[in-house]
């Protein structure tokens, strides 16, 4: 009983070290790209100390407010985001023997917990009685609605193959090919939708300068600092369960698991921490012509050759 | 005994939050409450074993949930969703029909005896799901597929540009603030017997007499009970 | 967590959509009521399957089969409310007097 609660807690505190470590990372990598774009020249140390230095600022700032905001709700917006990150995080296994939550249906809680995403930051647009913010809520809710089923579709690709929704199968049915050559298809799509869904860089389209800063238009002090963090775990979530499901996790000659996927996961999330800097943001209504005419199309076509291989395979 | 705290609290969760649905004062409030309440029964099912059917369900709610706060907003007279906005009819005999039913189907619950036959702990209720959806009921499967496809193709028709309630762009006029002539005094009752107070004594439930109704500002018909939050 | 206590929370929810979709005006509220009683409905099935009928995968294809029928239930309702508002400007009960289009 007493080393059951013991070994739950390591995992959970698990969970949170991934999480806050790879959150760290992130800001890390985003100050490091930014610098290599300007061609500043980068000193290692100064841009290790440059997000804790702003976190710091931000946690003093004064906060301001808005006419009759629902407070409550808008304190909720930034918890809900990052439990959500925690929850799809959970479910990703570390290590062949590292799994904090080994739930049968794996794949579906990552995605029932990234479809909730839409709700934080609706909720966080909607809170401070704010114009533009609102705009923005419902803009991230249209774009919601068509990013969501090119990522649901690409995901059960990954499931077809291991016959099964749980993350230690998928992961183990990459033994021989992973993911990413055999749909390869998959990532491409899975990584633009997790842009938007992080709504990071190209795609951070809720908090475009048109309307204003859009769902971060209000925030300031910690509030700001705790939306940011929470945006920034989720992107460290949808990079581990990518290299989970399409870079086979874990597997890997030589190094021990753990090291594999804390590389393959750092690829994925430098990808998308750079992204920022190497691509202008969209149009809302560009991006959701192209995700419904493309990515949606390229995913069933991805979901249907994995299909066709499986049923292949099993002869 | 952890599984039954988690579950009563679940629980106490699922009804509260469907109680505050139609008890709190704003449209988003109001369906993200419903979300929570559908979160509460997912967790539930999630421990009884239903693990595929409960996070399903959440991630089916988030979506709808979502749409439904924009479509109430759309065509509510409330266009951020903050304001305080409480509209119901008949209250008493709803909450009549609401207390009897809950009575009826817990008195069901708690007086007939059912056969207690608990699922196996070791059972791989995921697999058995999907097995059973491609197997022996694929045709069930196969017509709740074709039900949701028709469903589709009938939204569409319904609300299509050319569609038999007409273009589709007259939907983005601004909602009318005042109800329709029509719409308060019904036109079939007679009109000489009737004052314009008995005319409100006469419709199914008159307002509870123990709220207190806001000044109307002349936006609501007689026999609404319009309540302050 | 037994049969009973299960029954009695479905039997809450199921209530309170009851009461929700009589008393409320709003055609959206209405239709929360009647997703409240689905809810319930859905849990009461699910609870059945698990502790009732021994978790038979028959039981399960009950709630998706249920599921199904929300799905097809917002999916209309949102059309028809759609369609109605066009025509009527109606986005209350009461001011819908006829339902002939």
């Known amino acids: 009983m007493v080393g059951e609660a013991l070994s739950t807690a390591g995992l959970a505190l698990a969970v949170v070290a991934v999480m806050i470590g790879g959150t760290y990372v992130a800001a890390v990598l985003d100050v490091l790209f930014t610098r290599l774009t300007m061609r500043v020249a980068v000193r290692p140390l100064a841009a290790a100390a440059l997000p804790l230095r702003r976190a710091a600022q931000l946690a003093l700032q004064r906060r301001t407010l808005t006419e009759r905001p629902d407070a409550g709700t808008w304190a909720l917006a930034p918890a809900v985001l990052a439990a959500l990150a925690a929850v799809s995080l959970a479910v990703v296994p570390l290590t062949g023997t590292l799994i904090p939550v080994e739930a049968d249906t794996g794949i579906v809680v990552f995605a029932a917990a990234m479809a909730l995403v839409v709700v934080a930051v609706y909720l966080q647009g909607w809170s401070p009685n704010s114009p533009l913010s609102l705009v923005a809520a419902y803009r991230f809710v249209a774009e919601g609605l068509s990013y969501e089923i090119p990522f649901a579709v690409v995901l059960i690709g990954t499931a077809l193959p291991a016959r099964s929704l749980a993350l230690v199968p998928i992961v183990t049915s990459q033994e021989h090919l992973w993911n990413v050559i055999r749909q390869p298809l998959g990532l491409p799509v899975y990584l633009i939708t997790v842009l938007a869904l992080s709504f990071w860089g190209p795609l951070a389209l809720p908090e475009g300068q048109d309307v204003a800063g859009g769902t971060s238009l209000e925030l300031s002090g910690v509030p700001r600092l705790l939306w940011r963090v929470a945006q920034l775990n989720v992107l460290v979530a949808v990079s581990a369960m990518g290299a989970a499901v399409f870079l086979g996790g874990w597997l890997g000659p030589w190094l021990p698991g753990g090291v594999w996927m804390a590389l393959k996961t750092l690829f994925l999330l430098a990808l998308l921490v750079a992204s920022r800097q190497f691509f202008a943001r969209v149009r809302t209504e560009s991006f959701v012509v192209v995700a419904w005419t493309v990515l949606t199309p390229l995913a069933l076509v991805d979901v249907f050759l994995a299909g066709i291989q499986a049923m292949v395979a099993a002869r | 005994m952890i599984a039954d705290a988690v579950f009563w609290i679940l629980a106490v969760l699922a009804v509260f939050s ?177 004052g314009p107070s008995s005319s409100a004594a006469s419709s199914p439930t008159p307002p509870a007499p123990s709220t207190t109704p806001e000044v109307t500002e002349g936006a609501m018909p007689a026999d609404h009970s319009h309540e302050g939050a | 967590m037994s049969q009973q206590a299960i029954f009695v929370v479905a039997a809450a929810i199921f209530g309170i959509g009851v009461y929700g979709a009589l008393s409320q005006q709003s055609f959206v509220m209405i239709m929360m009521g009647l997703e409240l009683m689905l809810n319930g409905a859905m849990l009461a099935a699910a609870m059945v399957w698990a502790m009732v009928a021994g978790g038979t995968p028959k039981g399960q294809l009950l709630v998706v089969v249920l599921m199904t029928v929300m799905a097809v239930e917002a999916a209309l309702g949102f059309a028809l409310v759609t369609g109605i508002y066009r025509v009527r400007k109606a986005d209350i009960t009461e001011k819908l007097k006829r339902l002939k289009g």
Not at chain 2, 104 to 126: D, E, K, N
Not at chain 2, 137 to 153: E, N, Y
Not at chain 2, 175 to 189: G, I, L, N, R, T
């Open chain 2, 18 to 194: 469907a109680w505050r649905v139609f008890r709190t004062d704003s449209m988003v409030r109001a369906a993200y409450w419903l979300l929570v309440s559908f979160v509460g029964v997912g967790l539930i099912m999630v421990m009884l074993k239903a693990e595929f059917l409960g996070v399903i369900l959440i991630l089916m709610m988030g979506g709808e949930m979502t749409i439904m706060a924009v479509f109430m907003v759309m065509f509510m007279m409330n266009p951020a969703g903050l304001n305080p906005m409480i509209m119901v009819h008949q209250n008493r005999a709803a909450m009549a029909a609401g207390f009897g039913s809950f009575a009826l189907l817990s008195a069901v619950g708690l007086f007939a005896r059912f056969p207690a036959s608990v699922v196996a702990p070791t059972a791989r209720a995921t697999a058995e799901l999907g097995t059973e959806l491609l197997g022996d009921s694929m045709l069930v499967f196969q017509t709740a597929g074709v039900t949701l496809l028709a469903a589709m193709i009938g939204a569409v028709a319904l609300v299509s540009v050319r569609g038999r309630f007409g273009p589709a762009d007259e939907g983005s006029d601004a909602p009318e603030q005042q109800p329709a002539a029509d719409a308060d005094v019904d036109s079939s009752a007679p009109p000489s017997s009737t």
